[in-house]
């Protein structure tokens, strides 16, 4: 596959959460632990000279962690969140020699996060957060076409979103959540080794 001055150009992440078990603390202080189904879709491409030269497309499953921390007291919001996906995405691209190639291979997200950020309203229905974060994505290999070889892509990002509480009446309840991530830092090891054991390793920056 080509992999010649490599741009990260959209990496696309829609959530659907579905909560599966919630637990509250104390009165002075609420504590939510949310186990959650999600479904990731991924449309990432690779351009050079203007031009896309692969792309890697998919929706896969996978399961969500989080844990945040509200005191009745304070506007402080705090937040943990782990994910992790696998499944199979969808390559188009070519090989080195330009040959069209299209294959679908299994792939591995996985997410960590943390979230500080302000409740506003009396009923904290409005919270705006920020934080820090790390996306690791191992594109895997098709396994199946000769001179492919497996990456591993490493980002840091900055999370900057919004949570929209709504309350019905009762224990029945409805949040919103949207956010914005600025990527960083962005290293893909690739390991050419994998195609000869006498080829070296090398590390790319996004």
């Not at 943990?80 to 090989?95: K, M």
């Not at 980002?155 to 009446?169: A, E, F, T, W």
Request: aromatic letters at 12%; proline letters at 3%.
């Amino acid at each position: 596959m080509k992999k010649q001055n490599l741009f990260f150009s959209l990496m696309l992440f829609l959530i659907f959460v579905i909560p599966v078990y919630t637990a509250s603390g104390a009165s002075e202080s609420e504590n939510i632990l949310d186990i959650s189904a999600m479904l990731t879709n991924l449309n990432y491409r690779e351009i050079q000279s203007g031009m896309v030269i692969d792309s890697e497309k998919g929706t896969i499953p996978g399961i969500e962690l989080s844990f945040s921390h509200q005191p009745s007291s304070s506007i402080l919001f705090l937040r943990g969140i782990t994910n992790l996906s696998y499944g199979s995405l969808d390559y188009n691209g070519g090989t080195w020699g330009g040959t069209a190639l299209a294959f679908s291979h299994n792939s591995t997200l996985f997410n960590l996060e943390g979230d500080i950020g302000l409740c506003i309203g009396s009923k904290k229905i409005l919270i705006l957060y920020s934080g820090v974060g790390h996306t690791f994505w191992n594109r895997g290999m098709s396994n199946s076409t000769p001179g492919d070889y497996d990456e591993h892509y490493s980002l840091y990002y900055l999370p900057v979103g919004v949570i929209l509480n709504i309350k019905q009446d009762g224990d029945l309840s409805f949040s919103i959540h949207a956010s914005l991530r600025y990527m960083f830092s962005g290293t893909v090891p690739a390991f050419f080794s994998g195609i000869n054991p006498g080829f070296n390793d090398v590390a790319l920056n996004l």
